[in-house]
Every structure is written in C-alpha cells, then in structure tokens.
C-alpha cells in the first residue's frame, strides 16, 4: 500500500512538473521547432518571398555547393573557428588565474572591468572599435606609432589585417564571459592540492601546469563547445565593421546566408545553406557532447 502511495505520488510530480512546463514548450514548437521545419522545407522550394513556391527538389543544395561565394565564406569561418578559439581560451584562462590570485589587489575591480564589454550591444561594440581602427587618428595605430612602428594601417581596409582587428574586437567583447566560467571552476580546485604540491617545493608554474589545467578539463571542454559554436555563427560585428570587406575577405558563413535571404530573396538557397551550418554545427557538438562525457566519466 505504501509502495502504491508512493508511485502515485511521483506520477502527480511528473503531471505537475509537466504541466508547469507546457507554457513554454508550447511556446518553444511554435516560435523555434515549427520555423525549423518550415526553413528545412524551404529549402527544396524556388521562393522570392512575393511569387509562389516552386519545388526543385536538391537543385538549391547542387547550386550552392558550385557557387564560389559560399566556399570562401565557410572557409573563412572555418579558418576564424581554428585560429580564435584557441586565443580565446587562453586569455579567458589567463584573466581568471589574474584575478583570481590572492595577491592581485583589486580583484573584484577588475573583474567587472574585464566582464563589463560583454554586456554591450554588438553595435555598440562596432561603433567603438571602428573608430579605433581609424588609420590616423585611432587608438590603436597611435599605440603602435609609440613603440616605433608605422602605425597607419589600415585595419579594415586591408585583406590580411582584418581578421586580426576582428579577432582582437571579438576577444575584447566576449572573453571576460568566459573569464567567468573559469573563476567559477577555480573555486573548485581544492586547496590541500595546492598545499601539497607546496610542501612538495613545486613552484607557481608547476602548480598551474600540473594542478589547476588538470583540474579545469570541464570548463576547458564547456568554454572549447560554446566558442566554437559562437565562432561558427559569427556574423554581427563583422558586417557592421566590414560589411565583409574589402573585396569580400571577411565574408562570414552567417553573411553568405544574409545576402542570399534578405538582399537577393533567394530564401531556398538561403535556408540550404542555413541547414548545411545546422549540419555542421550539430555534428562539431555530438563530438564535443562526447568528449564531455568522457571525462566527466573519468
């Protein structure tokens, strides 16, 4: 009698539970599942936003894997993913082991200075950093007049430098968020690790090679999924400092899919290529999903 008590008690707390979740799941199949859908069968359609749809089978999927364009912009956002995600979690790693030492003073100072650029809208983001690439009168080319170098580059003007101004934008917005995840995950490391490893006479470096890296595998994984997921999706601040300039160098995947939806209405071959990402995407987050696993199993 207790046994069937007790069942009926767990099967009022799924009924509940469900029942104070279906607001949102509805809302979640109505605003993102069947737009989903819908994009996936645009797909296979010949659509201009203003004619009828024309099926045409895989002819957008053939088309876009022939047009140049789109092979450039995803090897553009490939080349981004595998040179800044790297940069990213570095400097995230090293901020938090800055501001997370006891003898640093002014740590909570520098915290929310470090953090305070992510709260900042993508426009305003882009604003800032395109008058500080100005070749005469920006920030940054005075920087490098002062220790000796020529200083006018033109930042966003010149194919091989415009990645890297959009790499260092980009770490000076976001990597204070990933700075966060990792303090959180310092404040796990135990302290008689550190203690031990001091009476063993192991000195600081040896201390973070050896006790604090290890001992972050998580958070490196978690802060290695969601970069590398962001990365793929990089769009916002490159348009609005490039438009994908000069001569389409830094054309992003997210752009290629823009220009085809919102500026030529091609919406089948746009969302062709939205799913080809929604591909990709998925298949880099199976492996990296795997790769969690596996060590929170270890």
């Given at each position: 009698?207790?046994?069937?008590?007790?069942?009926?008690?767990?099967?009022?707390?799924?009924?509940m539970?469900?029942?104070?979740?279906?607001?949102?799941?509805?809302?979640?199949?109505?605003?993102?599942?069947?737009?989903?859908?819908?994009?996936?069968?645009?797909?296979?359609?010949?659509?201009?936003?203003?004619?009828?749809?024309?099926?045409?089978?895989?002819?957008?999927?053939?088309?876009?894997?022939?047009e140049?364009?789109?092979?450039?912009?995803?090897?553009?956002?490939?080349?981004?993913?595998?040179?800044?995600?790297?940069?990213?979690?570095?400097?995230?790693?090293?901020?938090?082991?800055?501001?997370?030492?006891?003898?640093?003073?002014?740590?909570?100072?520098?915290?929310?200075?470090?953090?305070?650029?992510?709260?900042?809208?993508?426009?305003?983001?882009?604003?800032?950093?395109?008058?500080?690439?100005?070749?005469?009168?920006?920030?940054?080319?005075?920087?490098?007049?002062?220790?000796?170098?020529?200083?006018?580059?033109?930042?966003?003007?010149?194919?091989?430098?415009?990645?890297?101004?959009?790499?260092?934008?980009?770490?000076?917005?976001?990597?204070?968020?990933?700075?966060?995840?990792?303090?959180?995950?310092?404040?796990?490391?135990?302290?008689?690790?550190?203690?031990?490893?001091?009476?063993?006479?192991?000195?600081?470096?040896?201390?973070?090679?050896?006790?604090?890296?290890?001992?972050?595998?998580?958070?490196?994984i978690?802060?290695?999924?969601?970069q590398?997921?962001?990365?793929?999706?990089?769009?916002?601040?490159?348009?609005?400092?490039?438009?994908?300039?000069?001569?389409?160098?830094?054309?992003?995947?997210?752009?290629?899919?823009?220009e085809?939806?919102?500026?030529?209405?091609?919406?089948g071959?746009?969302?062709?290529?939205?799913?080809?990402?929604?591909?990709?995407?998925?298949?880099?987050?199976?492996?990296?999903?795997?790769?969690?696993?596996?060590?929170?199993?270890?």
């Amino acid at each position: 009698m207790i046994v069937f008590k007790s069942k009926k008690r767990v099967s009022n707390d799924f009924f509940m539970a469900y029942l104070f979740l279906a607001p949102f799941l509805l809302f979640y199949l109505w605003f993102t599942f069947y737009p989903l859908l819908q994009g996936f069968f645009i797909s296979f359609y010949e659509w201009n936003l203003t004619s009828d749809k024309v099926f045409v089978g895989l002819s957008n999927y053939t088309d876009l894997f022939q047009e140049s364009n789109f092979w450039q912009s995803l090897m553009h956002t490939f080349l981004y993913v595998l040179i800044s995600t790297p940069i990213y979690m570095a400097g995230a790693f090293i901020l938090a082991v800055l501001v997370d030492h006891k003898f640093v003073r002014g740590r909570s100072f520098l915290r929310g200075i470090f953090f305070m650029p992510n709260v900042l809208a993508v426009s305003i983001i882009s604003i800032i950093w395109v008058n500080m690439y100005q070749p005469y009168s920006g920030p940054v080319n005075g920087i490098l007049r002062l220790i000796g170098f020529n200083g006018n580059y033109a930042w966003l003007s010149e194919g091989t430098l415009v990645w890297p101004a959009i790499i260092l934008l980009t770490f000076w917005w976001n990597t204070g968020y990933y700075m966060i995840l990792y303090l959180a995950g310092l404040q796990e490391v135990p302290e008689d690790r550190y203690e031990a490893a001091q009476l063993d006479g192991a000195n600081w470096f040896q201390t973070l090679w050896y006790i604090t890296i290890p001992s972050l595998k998580r958070i490196h994984i978690l802060v290695l999924f969601l970069q590398v997921v962001a990365s793929f999706k990089i769009f916002g601040q490159v348009f609005l400092t490039t438009e994908g300039g000069p001569g389409g160098a830094s054309r992003t995947y997210i752009q290629f899919i823009y220009e085809n939806g919102f500026q030529r209405f091609l919406m089948g071959k746009a969302s062709a290529a939205a799913f080809v990402l929604f591909v990709i995407i998925l298949v880099v987050s199976i492996m990296q999903l795997k790769l969690l696993k596996q060590t929170a199993d270890e």
